[in-house]
């Protein structure tokens, strides 16, 4: 932080003293115009150029000192009150508006309010208590001046300010010029669909799609099991596996229990049926299921999930060495490791390099190269390794992306738009979920005319509409990307951390385990506030993994539970 303060004193220079009269004829005093046509010189609060156009600057009285201002970076109070700033006291539960300091920030950061980027040493209001930013534009921008100085220039060929547009994209002609400009080129396509006969376009509809499904129809790679058996003996699971095919359209005929098992994924009806290869949602018949499910065996297959290839060459994460498919670790116990491409922790299906411990989900083992993505269109947006010095962030969540956290991303080699792998690819277009009875539409930027804050109906928090998220335009209903997947138990599962939901996307809960020691049977799932704390470690199980007797009142963290007995996987996780 540095101080913005100046030993001499200013004083407030006319560029343009005669505006907007300017005489016809100034033949004698043309040299003063050229001179102050080409005059710039940078300010020294925030770094940008002062020209002509602005037509007042401030300038040090002292001739022998080289410090000038924008007038508007000039007259910014040093401290000021925002409403967009309120600190929550703990003890008398009083919002108390904190004061914020006008500073020129050491390191990179985020504005709190428009989520924009800034690099170091630009001006920022900062509550020092609360590690709060927001810029100079939202601090001085609001219903009543939606116009800030520093955006308007004053041009001789006009007897008013203008305003400087750029929001959205345009096409006019120039009335300084006569030329016509195209606007931001956000709106112009940068690239012809007969190149790219293989792209990937996202979002995809809805959950009935999948990176892998499109992978294997669009590319028929070869199989390594058997098409359509009516029974399968899978390598990653202990029990035989049955083809589901019936439908059960038919709601005249009574439901029996046999049933249940041909129900598809269906979050209307509670009913969640994920796939233990890729663990995405089975919306389609046919797909394979295992046929100990009255015991509590909750295995399921995609159909093409039971034909993955046994290798994967040239992955664009790890193109050195080729990955093997890992089916299968222990019948008893849900081996969770981390993706080492999109960083979310499975317990799915995988392909690894033994070599060098590079492990990937199936769905990222076959992760586009390039895609489209209707959040920022008509743009290529290429997968590439992030570079250590890129200093950009997610498009969709806001997290930063960093090459140490995030070695891969997807960007716009025309734009500064970025995507994580998760975030391009896990959110479809639409999704249901039981607190409403219509369609959930992704939505990439605040609803327009939306009259009230944002709160998810899951967990009842306020959410920043900046990041994406899920809408319901006829109940005006809205949801957390995090929150929307949560079938079982939705209405406990409040978490103090959206990152917790985030982070078990790629999990399957359930099911029953048979671990030495203990009786029972142990239930793996998602810990909530009323499970308590863990005997071992003390962590409370509110938004962990956890393992938890039906039975009786025993409950373990999961990596506790991996410590006590020892298992041999750890390293992975």
């Not at 004083?11 to 710039?40: A, G, R, S, T």
């Not at 001085?140 to 001789?156: A, C, K, S, T």
């Not at 060929?157 to 929001?167: E, G, K, M, R, Y």
């Amino acid at each position: 932080m540095e101080q913005l303060k100046h030993e001499h004193q200013l004083d407030l220079i006319d560029l343009q003293p005669k505006y907007p009269h300017y005489e016809e004829e100034y033949e004698e005093e043309e040299d003063d115009w050229v001179m102050k046509w080409d005059f710039n010189c940078p300010c020294n609060r925030c770094g940008k150029e002062i020209n002509f156009y602005h037509r007042y600057y401030y300038n040090c009285c002292s001739h022998a000192c080289d410090y000038s201002l924008h007038k508007f970076c000039g007259d910014l109070p040093a401290t000021l009150k925002h409403t967009s700033h309120y600190a929550l006291r703990k003890a008398s539960h009083r919002a108390l508006n904190h004061t914020l300091t006008l500073i020129q920030r050491g390191v990179n950061w985020l504005c709190d309010i428009c989520r924009s980027k800034h690099k170091r040493g630009e001006l920022s209001y900062c509550c020092m208590r609360c590690d709060f930013d927001i810029d100079v534009k939202c601090a001085m921008r609001d219903e009543e001046n939606p116009i800030i100085y520093h955006e308007m220039v004053y041009h001789p060929s006009h007897p008013h300010p203008l305003v400087i547009i750029n929001s959205k994209p345009i096409l006019c002609e120039c009335d300084a010029c006569g030329k016509r400009h195209m606007g931001v080129g956000k709106t112009i396509k940068t690239f012809k669909d007969a190149d790219h006969p293989d792209l990937v376009h996202l979002p995809f509809p809805d959950q009935t799609y999948n990176i892998l499904q499109l992978r294997f129809f669009n590319e028929g790679l070869l199989t390594t099991f058997a098409t359509n058996e009516e029974n399968l003996n899978h390598i990653s699971h202990e029990h035989p596996l049955c083809l589901v095919r019936r439908q059960t359209n038919d709601v005249t005929r009574p439901t029996s229990s046999s049933d249940n098992s041909l129900v598809c994924h269906n979050p209307m009806k509670k009913k969640e049926v994920l796939c233990n290869g890729c663990i995405r949602p089975i919306m389609t018949r046919p797909f394979y299921r295992c046929t100990n499910e009255a015991k509590g065996c909750n295995f399921a297959l995609h159909e093409w999930c039971t034909r993955l290839p046994l290798e994967v060459k040239n992955h664009p994460g790890h193109p050195k060495h080729t990955l093997v498919l890992l089916q299968k670790l222990s019948d008893d116990f849900p081996f969770v490791f981390r993706c080492s491409l999109c960083k979310l922790r499975c317990n799915g299906f995988s392909y690894a390099c033994i070599e060098c411990a590079y492990r990937t989900d199936v769905s990222c083992a076959f992760i586009p190269e390039k895609i489209t993505h209707e959040a920022h269109p008509n743009h290529l947006l290429l997968m590439g390794k992030t570079r250590k010095d890129a200093f950009i962030y997610c498009g969709a969540c806001s997290i930063f992306i960093d090459s140490w956290s995030f070695p891969i991303s997807f960007s716009c080699t025309t734009c500064e738009f970025s995507l994580h792998p998760a975030c391009a690819l896990l959110f479809p277009r639409t999704m249901r979920h039981k607190l409403d009875k219509h369609h959930m539409n992704l939505r990439y930027l605040p609803v327009e005319n939306h009259k009230s804050k944002y709160f998810c109906e899951i967990c009842e928090e306020e959410m920043d509409p900046n990041r994406w998220f899920y809408h319901c335009e006829v109940c005006v209903q809205s949801m957390h990307c995090a929150c929307i997947p949560i079938i079982r138990r939705y209405e406990e599962s409040i978490l103090t951390s959206k990152k917790s939901i985030y982070e078990f996307w790629n999990i399957k809960f359930g099911g029953l385990y048979k671990v030495k020691g203990h009786q029972h049977s142990l239930s793996f799932g998602l810990g909530i506030k009323r499970d308590g704390r863990c005997n071992t470690c003390a962590r409370t199980f509110e938004g962990e993994m956890i393992f938890k007797c039906l039975k009786c009142k025993l409950a373990v963290d999961y990596y506790c539970f991996c410590r006590r007995w020892r298992l041999e996987w750890e390293v992975f996780i």
